[in-house]
């Protein structure tokens, strides 16, 4: 194995447990799409959520921001119900 094949695999095995380490919480929208969210993320998710709710279903202004909320959270959405997904739980001491 050469240095960068080394370097390369020590830092996709560093990504992968970083990306494993992030938490979350389970949100769902008004649709009922179940999404997994980052916790630094939550306060911003929620609050898109709220705006959407306030807005006319389907006008302009909602399209948009519905347009905006599934670029910004599309890649957390959940592909099926929580309960077909294996959970790690922590036990909340740190």
Known sequence: MTDTEYENMKKWKD??????KKLGKLRQDDDCHWYF???NQLDKFDSFLA????????????????????????????????SCYLMTMDDGQD
């Not at 990504?15 to 494993?20: G, I, K």
């Open 15 to 20: 990504e992968t447990l970083s990306r494993q």
């Open 37 to 39: 969210i980052p916790e």
């Open 51 to 82: 705006k959407l709710g306030l807005l006319e279903f389907y006008c302009e202004e909602w399209e948009e921001e519905n347009s905006k909320f599934n670029n910004v959270f599309g890649e957390y959405m959940l592909n099926r119900h929580p």
